[in-house]
């Protein structure tokens, strides 16, 4: 359930609204640079 992966589950939730949602990559590779970077920000 949800409970168990809250931590997980409110990292993918804003991974996607602050990081997926608001970019267009050209290619998949642009779109692990730009994931590493994220991260390590």
Do not use: H
Request: with cysteine.
């Amino acid at each position: 359930n949800c409970l168990d992966n809250a931590v997980m589950e409110n990292f993918f939730g804003l991974l996607k609204s602050e990081f997926f949602y608001l970019q267009e990559f050209e290619s998949v590779e642009e779109f692990i640079r730009e994931l590493d970077k994220y991260i390590d920000y």
